[in-house]
């Protein structure tokens, strides 16, 4: 058994990922992808949970917290209704 004592600020210092994702308005499932990521979410392993750090975590978004670029979305462009339509020749 290691010698070192468990902090005493763990929970003060550190979230479960499962109460921090949804706080942060994402699933479990997209933490996880974050922590996956090269230079992903900061996160420990301890007690069977993912944990993570408070500090790191704290700028709001997985992805800016993680230096990973963010997801990019993907917009359809509206078919406008003031543009006249084309006519064909014949």
Not at 31 to 45: D, H, M, Q
Not at 58 to 80: H, I, L, W
């Amino acid at each position: 058994m290691s010698e070192k004592a468990l902090d005493p600020n763990f929970l003060a210092e550190y979230e479960r990922e499962s109460e921090w994702a949804p706080g942060h308005g994402i699933s479990q499932r997209t933490a996880s992808r974050y922590r996956a990521l090269p230079n992903g979410l900061p996160f420990l392993i301890f007690g069977g949970s993912v944990w993570i750090p408070k500090a790191k975590a704290a700028s709001g978004s997985p992805a800016a917290c993680s230096g990973a670029m963010p997801v990019p979305v993907v917009v359809k462009p509206r078919k406008s209704s003031t543009t006249p339509p084309e006519k064909g020749n014949g």
